[in-house]
């Protein structure tokens, strides 16, 4: 099985691990990222006013090349998730974008209209692969590791065009979690915003929101966390004070868990 693959600007520094143990873990259990080529990066956030539109030019470029190679496209950075889902709903449902971004994008003899299934990493191993198969090429089972999903807000909202999970109530890391043979650790801040976002407007925000997401883990009894964006996880790093959990890309977890770092 092959994918068309967007892996976004952060996985080619400061994330490296997402992304390389994700190709290691992909090939292991029967699936390949083939790297669009000269992808653009996505923006980072989706752009709310309606009359903005070059923003999202990139995330049309992609897909387009994924309708292209006749793949669906995945991705796995949340913030890209999130950019490019977003972005495919309004070349499937606006047309005033629609328009504007066909107009723009004539000029490169692309035209383009929401044809590209997304795809998070995480709904290839829940969907295509399935967590009983993840399960038994799991080499390292994370045994006794009380493990704490953090997903954020991005990698679920909005909940009716990402329809990844339910926003409220998520299951896909603790189901991941379990494959790998840990114990997912339910906590109330699981799916609660760390607020990165603001960090730049007042840094009191994302250290307050922080302090109480890796609070309320400890309280839970997590040993750590796992997230899929890199945002996140450097907010939750930066402003971790005297707590004692770490955080982990749940793709790190799964090269563990399938052996394959040891190999490396």
Request: aromatic share 8%.
């Amino acid at each position: 099985m092959n994918y068309s693959y967007f892996p976004g600007c952060t996985l080619k520094n400061k994330a490296i691990d997402l992304d390389k143990y994700a190709r290691a873990s992909a090939e292991a259990l029967g699936f390949t990222l083939e790297e669009i080529p000269e992808w653009q990066c996505c923006g980072g956030e989706y752009p709310l006013a309606k009359d903005e539109i070059a923003t999202k030019l990139p995330s049309v470029r992609a897909l387009a090349n994924a309708r292209d190679a006749k793949q669906d496209l995945v991705t796995l950075c949340s913030a890209c998730y999130n950019v490019i889902k977003q972005v495919n709903d309004d070349m499937q449902n606006d047309e005033n974008v629609i328009l504007k971004v066909n107009n723009y994008l004539a000029h490169d003899e692309i035209e383009y209209h929401g044809e590209t299934k997304v795809l998070h990493y995480l709904e290839v191993l829940r969907d295509v692969i399935g967590w009983d198969k993840v399960k038994a090429a799991v080499k390292k089972p994370f045994t006794g590791k009380k493990i704490g999903a953090y997903y954020g807000c991005l990698l679920l909202r909005p909940g009716k065009v990402l329809q990844l999970d339910d926003p409220e109530n998520p299951q896909l890391l603790e189901d991941f979690i379990k494959a790998i043979g840990g114990t997912p650790v339910i906590y109330s801040q699981r799916n609660e915003c760390c607020g990165a976002y603001t960090m730049f407007e007042d840094a009191s925000i994302p250290k307050s929101r922080t302090e109480k997401i890796l609070a309320n883990a400890e309280d839970m009894g997590a040993d750590f966390l796992v997230t899929s964006c890199p945002l996140c996880k450097y907010n939750l790093t930066k402003n971790k004070g005297n707590s004692k959990l770490d955080v982990i890309y749940f793709t790190e977890l799964l090269a563990e868990a399938l052996g394959l770092k040891e190999a490396e």
